[in-house]
């Protein structure tokens, strides 16, 4: 059997490596309070690229309508170019 020198060894490497292996798996994993603070962050970056995605949809909206407006303004033009200069379709 182990003589009481030889079973202290044992037992400080064995408390040892448990005490180093709780570190470490602590350390390695992030708490919940972490990662709420990143759950939080990613709900808010969400909210920003929706409000952007808002604000860029209006103006592509904008300026469809205005290059609606232009091309009907420049249709009118031909027309009444056509009909100046006496041209036909």
Known sequence: MLE????RKVLVALATAGILGAWSFAATRASSEDI???????EEVEAEAKER?????????????????EAI???????????????KK
Request: glycine share 2%; aromatic share 2%.
């Open 4 to 7: 009481n020198g030889e079973a």
């Open 53 to 69: 995605h808002d604000v860029l949809s209006k103006s592509v909206e904008e300026i469809k309508r205005s290059i609606q407006t």
């Open 36 to 42: 709420e603070s990143v759950r939080r962050e990613v």
């Open 73 to 87: 303004a420049a249709a009118s033009f031909r027309a009444q170019v056509r009909e100046a200069l006496k041209i």
